[in-house]
């Protein structure tokens, strides 16, 4: 039975559904269902007093709304105080019950006033207080999703109740105000227009004394900074503005849906716990991601293009059309991620997106679709109180890896199709992923040519995990004699996926003569084991690739005839396929089928060469060094290849004729850097003894420098730190100077800053996040063994009080992290033995089990390869 119809089929019970659910923490499922079946029309009035150094915000509020029927109905309010409460005229008791307020709703119109006090802190709380340490000024912002909107004043809390907004907010007299709508200020009051139909999440406001920087292009969006920055933003604010008034007139023609609310403004807010937020009509961005705190390369451009086009394509998905419960969520982050890209392959092809997406958005979905602890895309949610738990590498990597594959099994004409189909039908309101595979089914008919989506959705949308793909063939007489290709489940679940793949066949070269034309064949298949018969008689290759173009997803791993021809020298004539197979490579080593040293000196001949690529692949293939050498290999293999890996990053760093590249290998050199040599020159960066060319250290490069000196345990690394500390004293100095103090060898710092992690309210989150990889710094296992299971015991607290993604980064710095403790079976046997336990949050394992997966590689790795 469809979601709708059972929500239809139980209406005539929801004054008791909703009475029983409502003692239930958070929102359950079935909660919303029942009062999204009963009540409609809602509007909020929303009042709230904004001051100086406020810890609380005082807020008064009505909500109207339609009820079909009478009876018991619960409205969410939490982390509060609630003062009064009137409904229809007459005063009820204004008594929270697990986050909750029951209305004794009347059958139509109904309209409750209300008056709270709702908290705001530097962290942990709906409503962010930050100080600005470099010239004293003071913001607030709000930060709704999935369920906090609730912590900030009463509310049906839930995606699909969309509702219009009214804001009015009193302020300083010298403050700005942004939100959803255009604000019309008086003094130290601002007025909202009423919003579109949005959900809770989406509601959003943002104050302080922040600048204005606009455009002479009145389809650019205005930018919103904190005053102190504002010199810096108004460097990088154009390109920013161009790329997203770019992007909404490439996704209003691509949708056939013009951009769907009244303005769009940028705001860029300080210690933001996410790249960036989609509010309607205002997306707030975290300022670090758009002002550079180090001196950028083309691929952190390329990377802030992508965000500004990932929240710019969330106004149509996510806003315009949102996800009827969170277990969709993919609905609205896969399509955005996936469309940020398809965006840039249009608007600025020359920087090669669809490189950039095999490399930094694959990875990171096979990394944990590999898994035990893995998830289908579609998440069922029981509660939304459990909804931070979605976000991660499947919904944000995996889904838009799937979406790929998804265009090409049904074409570009059907796909943008099904999509214009789909917004139209749903706009300002609410679908589920049924919804859309109608739509791409209904597209494909209205073409001519019916394609079964319901069976592709049902296998890659409701599934966990993913293919490994192999290929076997052989030749006879200069022709391709036998080709197939076979698929295994990674998880060992006897599942087989459907899929459409581009076969890719190198043919020998002649001396003298023209490379002569590869094989290139498409194929569709669904078996466990495919016999490609359209590959026979063809002209045998020197070796093959199972997903050229990268339209697949699953692990595609080489035969053992293809990868020896294609060292010692990677082909390099295409830079994706060049790089996939690389990245084919570094499969064996993590399957511990090859030796990750072997990779690593392969890697270092191949470096001269690679350097003529491009920067995003050296950097790639740097961070696949790093974690050989701090992961993978024994330490006195580590100590011999160290000073190849060091000299290879400082030359490039030196002498490489592209800034780029020599930002990459600086940064790269950086993070290596450890023999009394390399930090000898670590050090001559600093005092500026020795400098890259092109290169002006940014604090945060120079903070990342001592980082590495305190880590390492140099000669004087306190004294440099010290000095540093002293030279930079501006907001984010400090910050900095907080994070790499937690790289420091004392078990006195570590057990302060373990107790910041665990109790702190005053110290921003962001700051909390910078410093966990310097504690967990991979050299200190002695240091940090004792604060693995203090960690893992700390998860519930960390899930119910942080915001989203603090969760991933604590499991990736403590369990998942580059640090010999994370090397060790001791280390193995505590993460198993937690994971053992009988009472453990079902959602919490699973997370756990994604992380410790690189913990029982690792530990894998190196007892077959113990050199």
């Not at 809770?200 to 104050?207: H, P």
């Not at 944000?396 to 199709?417: I, M």
């Not at 295994?488 to 023209?514: C, E, H, N, R, T």
């Not at 011999?640 to 060091?646: K, Y």
Request: aromatic share 10%; glycine share 6%.
């Amino acid at each position: 039975m469809l979601r709708s119809q059972f929500a239809a089929a139980i209406l005539f019970m929801v004054p008791s559904l909703v009475r029983a659910a409502s003692v239930i923490p958070g929102v359950s499922h079935e909660l919303a269902i029942a009062r999204a079946a009963r009540i409609s029309n809602v509007r909020y009035q929303i009042s709230l007093k904004l001051s100086e150094h406020a810890t609380a915000i005082v807020g008064a509020e009505t909500v109207s709304f339609d009820s079909k029927s009478a009876g018991d109905l619960p409205i969410d309010y939490r982390d509060g105080v609630l003062w009064s409460a009137k409904l229809n005229g007459r005063t009820i008791p204004a008594t929270l019950e697990n986050g909750h307020l029951r209305l004794p709703a009347a059958a139509g119109r109904n309209t409750l006033t209300l008056a709270f006090t709702s908290n705001a802190a530097p962290a942990g709380k709906a409503i962010t207080r930050y100080e600005d340490r470099d010239d004293g000024s003071e913001y607030f912002y709000s930060l709704f999703v999935p369920m906090d909107a609730s912590m900030a004043f009463p509310c049906f809390d839930q995606p699909d109740l969309k509702a219009r907004f009214t804001l009015d907010l009193d302020h300083p007299d010298a403050w700005s105000v942004i939100g959803n709508t255009a604000a019309i200020t008086t003094g130290n009051h601002s007025h909202f227009a009423e919003t579109l139909p949005i959900p809770t999440y989406l509601f959003a406001f943002a104050a302080g004394p922040f600048a204005a920087v606009g455009s002479q292009n009145p389809a650019e969006p205005t930018i919103y900074v904190r005053k102190s920055q504002l010199a810096r933003a108004r460097q990088e604010a154009p390109q920013v503005q161009r790329m997203a008034a770019r992007g909404i007139a490439f996704l209003s023609d691509y949708f056939a849906q013009p951009f769907p609310f009244p303005k769009y403004d940028l705001v860029l807010i300080p210690g933001f716990p996410f790249g960036g937020m989609e509010h309607a009509g205002a997306t707030f961005l975290k300022e670090d991601s758009v002002l550079f705190r180090s001196t950028p390369t083309a691929s952190d451009y390329f990377r802030r293009n992508i965000l500004v086009l990932h929240e710019t394509t969330h106004q149509w998905f996510g806003d315009l059309v949102t996800m009827r419960w969170f277990d969709d969520l993919w609905l609205k982050e896969g399509f955005a991620q996936y469309m940020a890209y398809k965006a840039l392959a249009q608007l600025e092809p020359a920087s090669n997106p669809w490189k950039h997406f095999y490399e930094d958005i694959k990875p990171l979905a096979y990394g944990i679709d590999e898994t035990q602890g893995t998830t289908p895309i579609f998440q069922k949610l029981t509660n939304l109180k459990d909804a931070k738990s979605a976000y991660g590498a499947i919904v944000y990597q995996k889904a838009p890896a799937v979406l790929k594959q998804l265009n090409y099994y049904l074409g570009e004409e059907t796909f943008r199709d099904g999509l214009r189909l789909y917004l139209k039908q749903h706009a300002y309101a609410n679908a589920e992923w049924a919804d859309l595979v109608h739509a791409f089914e209904a597209a494909s008919d209205q073409l001519g040519h019916h394609q079964d989506v319901q069976t592709w959705a049902k296998d890659w949308i409701l599934r966990r995990g993913m293919p490994q793909v192999e290929v076997s063939w052989s030749c006879k007489e200069g022709r391709i004699a036998e080709f197939a290709l076979h698929q295994q489940d990674v998880l060992k679940q006897g599942y087989v996926w459907p899929m459409s793949l581009q076969i890719f066949g190198q043919m020998p070269s002649k001396a003298g003569s023209a490379p002569p034309s590869p094989l290139l064949l498409r194929v569709n298949w669904s078996e466990a084991d495919h016999a490609v018969a359209e590959a026979i008689g063809r002209a045998c290759p020197a070796y093959v690739f199972t997903n050229f173009d990268d339209q697949g997803y699953g692990r595609f791993l080489l035969d053992r005839i293809s990868e020896s021809a294609i060292t010692p020298a990677v082909p390099d004539n295409n830079a994706l396929l060049h790089s996939m197979l690389w990245g084919a490579l570094w499969d064996n080593v993590r399957l511990a089928k090859s030796s990750p040293r072997s990779y690593v000196e392969l890697a270092l001949n191949n470096l001269p060469r690679d350097e003529q690529n491009d920067e995003a692949f050296v950097r790639i293939q740097g961070a696949r060094l790093s974690t050989a050498l701090h992961s993978y290999v024994s330490g006195s293999t580590r100590r011999t290849l160290l000073p190849r890996v060091e000299a290879a990053f400082s030359n490039g760093m030196l002498q490489n004729r592209d800034l780029g590249l020599r930002i990459v290998n600086f940064r790269l050199f950086t993070s290596v850097a450890e023999t009394p040599a390399a930090l000898q020159q670590v050090k001559g960066l600093l005092a500026g003894k020795l400098t890259v060319p092109g290169l002006t250290l940014k604090p945060l490069d120079r903070w990342t420098l001592v980082g590495q000196l305190i880590a390492m345990r140099a000669p004087d690394a306190e004294t440099i730190y010290a000095a540093e500390k002293a030279r930079d004293s501006s907001g984010e100095g400090q910050k900095y100077a907080y994070a790499v103090e937690a790289g420091a060898a004392s078990a006195k710092i570590k057990a302060r800053y373990f107790n910041d992690y665990l109790h702190s309210e005053s110290i921003q989150e962001d700051w909390l996040t910078e410093s966990l990889r310097p504690f967990n710094s991979w050299n200190q296992a002695t240091l940090t063994e004792p604060y693995l299971k203090q960690a893992l015991d700390a998860l519930p607290a960390i899930k119910q009080h942080r915001k989203i993604f603090f969760l991933g980064d604590w499991l990736d710095a403590f369990i998942a992290g580059q640090n010999t403790l994370q090397s060790s079976r001791e280390a193995q046997a505590v993460v198993h033995a937690w994971l053992a336990k009988p009472d453990i949050d079902p959602d919490l394992r699973l997370k756990v089990l994604q992380y410790s997966d690189a913990l029982d590689r690792t530990v894998l790795i190196r007892q077959r390869f113990p050199e």
